[in-house]
Every structure is written in structure tokens, then in C-alpha cells.
């Protein structure tokens, strides 16, 4: 059984930086591409960030491109996502997940699952 755990989100300023990571557990960590995903209040869950299996892509919404980073550790089976610059509307939910095929060199965000319970992140001025 696949499980995803995400930690590191809190209450932060504008301006402020969080790193979040997620943990995976009952999946081949390393032949799968990871994602991060969002969801707002009252807004549908939008893709973030994702980096295929062997860190040779890395892909990410233009809201956040120059400001996220993702980045992976196949040894420890954890994904992180530095997140700097915060602004009031990065503040959502944010969820894990893990690409549906593996060994995949092209991630389609559209094609992930296994998601993780998502942590909190909060931005305020």
C-alpha cells in the first residue's frame, strides 16, 4: 500500500520560504516521477511542481517558476519543494503524489496518484 506523507508547511509572511517534503513508503520510490499539487479555498487542485524519477526533468507552473524548486532524495524515498518568495495567494493545501508510470521521462500532470494527506501552508502580509 502506497503511502505518502508531507511535512514542513506552517504560517509564514509574505516574502518568508518553507521547504516541505513527503516521505513515501510501499511503492519503488526511485523508478517513479513525484509531484506537488495544491488546492485554495474554494479552488480545484492545480499542479505545482514535478521531477521525474531520475532528477533529469524538472517541470513547473508559471506561478511559481524562479520562486519553487523541486528536488529529490532516492535514498531517503523523499520529494521535497523549496518554496521561496511565499506570496498571500501560494497559501493552500498542499498534496504529494506520485506519477502513475514508472520510469517515465515526461510527466503528464494529469497522471498522478497516490496522494499524500497534504499539509498546510499559510502566507500572510
Known amino acids: 500500500q502506497v503511502q505518502l506523507v508531507e511535512s514542513g508547511g506552517g504560517s509564514v509572511q509574505v516574502g518568508d520560504s518553507l521547504r516541505l517534503s513527503c516521505t513515501a513508503s510501499?511503492?519503488?520510490?526511485?523508478?517513479?516521477?513525484m509531484g506537488w499539487f495544491r488546492q485554495a479555498p474554494g479552488k480545484e487542485r492545480e499542479f505545482v511542481a514535478a521531477?521525474?524519477?531520475?532528477?533529469?526533468?524538472?517541470y513547473y507552473a508559471d506561478s511559481v517558476k524562479g520562486r519553487f524548486t523541486i528536488s529529490r532524495d532516492n535514498a531517503k524515498n523523499t520529494v521535497y519543494l523549496q518554496m521561496n518568495s511565499l506570496k498571500r495567494e501560494d497559501t493552500a493545501v498542499y498534496y504529494c503524489a506520485a506519477h502513475k508510470t514508472p520510469v517515465s521521462g515526461a510527466l503528464d500532470s494529469r497522471n498522478f496518484g497516490s496522494w499524500g494527506q497534504g499539509t498546510q501552508v499559510t502566507v500572510s502580509s
Open positions: 510501499g511503492l519503488t520510490f526511485s523508478v517513479y516521477g
Open positions: 521531477i521525474t524519477w531520475n532528477s533529469g526533468r524538472q
